[in-house]
């Protein structure tokens, strides 16, 4: 018999400078900042509702990048709102802290924005659409197309 998950509890990513990536965490993605493990390790939460739903985890100034074509996390999706609004004040507020290098993109089921965190971890911050779409089709979720804000 399979292991049955109830949800995903939280994802630590590694990063070269713990204080810069929790200025970028708390300062442009909005997570509030709850502890810190010495100058190791900083625990941020969406809502409040889970103790961390993301960690940073310092590895040195001379960590090396992962290769694009490694193996390993692809990137972190983070819901930021209900609608094409929520989104388009997201890349606004993105670019208004100097995040240029975005993609926007309609997924049918979601629609996103993509970004690097300062040390290449990738992020999508992403709005859901109406879940009669997959609940209806599936399918539907391996959808991608340019989206225009």
Known sequence: MAIKV?????????????????RFYREVIGLKEVARLGGQMAFFSATGQNHHDLAVLAVGANALPAPPDSVGLYHVALKIGDNLDDLKRAKAHLEAHGITRIRVSDHRVSQSIYLNDP??????????????IWHDDPAAVAHVEPLEL
Not at 15 to 21: F, T
Not at 120 to 131: I, K, Q, S, T
């Open 6 to 22: 109830r949800g995903v509890g939280h994802v630590v990513l590694k990063v070269r400078d713990l204080e810069r990536s929790a």
């Open 119 to 132: 040390d290449g971890n990738g992020l999508e911050l992403f709005v859901d659409a109406d879940p009669a």
